[in-house]
């Protein structure tokens, strides 16, 4: 097989070439406009082979030469060797860049490098100068296939990912941000939020009081058999311990009902503080929450720092709380239920990591017949039952910590038809009643 001889013309580090076809012919569009090769030169990579980018230009060959003094002014300013990395290296590039910066938080991080390792393994392996929209695009539908994204979360992976192209581009190693010109995955507004019913609520409710009476029962036991094993066997030495068995559970089922009472979220009842519980006014104070990396860490917006009043009954538990948790902390060395010491507790008197608890919720909401509800589905029950019952929707959004109402209408609008029939009929005793009929 022959060599066929192409017109080549050379600017600076690029150059265009006719785009030939199988016949030897120079290849045309639908439109007739002669094809055109243009390549950008890059120099050699560390094994010694030549690093280019190419782009077909239809059009004529004055098209084509502009095309080529524009790649290769594109290409001018880029870091050559830079651009010769992978995604997963970037990926690595901007983690520490972040944390550097300390522009994210460590559970954010820790996340998002989740997400994009994912990414990483469905990427093409190609440098950062070859990839192209079609590349990030495959790789972010198969990730989505075999991880079995949301559409909630899908959006947060394309949009981390776009964010780790921009950075690229910003440090001048890449020309242009493959995700510009692609499409969000679209989020449904109107997801439907599972909220328990008046009767699902008050059994639960039931339920969990029952299971503190209940733990708080058997922690009892388990320490008066200690303490008389303690005696007959250590009648002259004090008994050391590490951990109180027992209390983490009674702290998981305050955690609930303390949720359940308030509308707080999860990671708002874990780092709820004793100093922040005012038994005798009967409320409490949400100034921090604890994310699923352990730290404390104050609300997102200036709303989620708020007082919240709870009613009598949750009011005794928690007196009854602090008080039995003191107790039991005592022969620890340090004593629980006071100051910054933590309201959910474990045994050592120390917090409750979020994984541990969410573990323990799985297998408790299995035992009292509520085997699917999500704990901060208790979120979406506060707000439902409260705007469905009557309530305004600035008391309802002061409640969550929202930080406008227009947040909490667009949430939980469907939980007030009732409100809407009332207002109807309000509207036609304003008129005066049913109009006479001839």
């Known amino acids: ?37 243009v390549c950008v030169h890059l120099g050699t990579d560390a094994g010694g082979r030549r690093r280019k980018v190419q782009r077909v230009v239809y ?32 990926c690595e590039a901007w983690e520490t860049a972040m944390r550097n910066a300390n522009a994210c938080s460590d559970e954010h991080l820790r996340c998002s490098a989740t997400r994009l390792s994912n990414v990483a393994a469905s990427m093409p392996d190609k440098p950062l100068a070859e990839l192209r929209r079609v590349d990030v695009e495959e790789a972010l539908a198969k990730v989505r296939k075999q991880r079995g994204y949301s559409q909630s979360t899908a959006r947060k992976v394309f949009a981390i990912t776009k964010r780790v192209f921009k950075f690229a581009v910003d440090s001048n190693w890449m020309v242009r941000n493959p995700c510009d010109k692609m499409t969000a995955p679209r989020v449904v507004s109107n997801v439907e939020r599972r909220s328990l019913g008046m009767e699902e609520c008050s059994r639960l409710r039931e339920a969990v009081d029952a299971g503190i009476r209940e733990a708080a029962e058997s922690l009892k036991e388990k320490e008066s058999r200690l303490s008389e094993w303690s005696a007959a ?72 720092v708020r007082t919240l009043c709870i009613d009598d009954a949750t009011c005794d538990v928690l007196r009854w709380w602090k008080d039995a948790q003191a107790d039991a902390l005592a022969p620890l060395a340090e004593r629980g239920a006071s100051g910054h010491s933590p309201v959910v507790c474990n045994g ?69 038809p009732a409100n809407d029939k009332a207002a109807a009929e309000l509207m036609g005793a304003i008129f005066g009643g049913s109009p006479k009929v001839a």
């Open 1 to 37: 097989m022959g060599t066929r001889r192409k017109a080549r013309e050379t600017y600076g580090n690029g150059s265009v070439t006719k785009q030939l076809g199988a016949d030897g012919r120079q290849r045309k569009d639908r439109r007739g406009r002669l094809g055109w090769r």
């Open 59 to 90: 059009g004529t060959l004055e098209d084509a030469r502009a095309a080529a003094k524009r790649l290769s002014d594109e290409y001018e300013h880029i870091d050559r060797d830079a651009s010769e990395m992978g995604f997963a290296e970037l």
């Open 233 to 304: 066997r250590a009648k002259d030495k004090v008994h050391e311990r590490g951990e109180v068995r027992g209390v983490t559970d009674i702290s998981c089922l305050v955690a609930v009902r303390l949720i359940m009472a308030t509308g707080m979220r999860r990671g708002e009842a874990l780092g709820l503080e004793w100093e922040c519980v005012e038994l005798d006014g009967g409320f409490v104070t949400v100034k921090q929450t604890r994310n699923n990396a352990g730290t404390l860490k104050q609300p997102k917006t200036s709303a989620g």
């Open 348 to 416: 050592t008197g120390g917090w409750v990591d979020a994984g541990n608890f969410d573990r323990w919720w799985r297998a408790y909401r299995e035992g009292i017949g509520f085997g699917d509800l999500l704990i901060h589905e208790l979120r979406h029950t506060q707000a439902t039952l409260l705007l469905g019952s009557g309530a305004d929707i600035k008391t309802v959004q002061t409640r969550l910590g929202h930080a406008s109402a227009a947040l909490t209408l667009d949430q939980y609008a469907h939980a007030m």
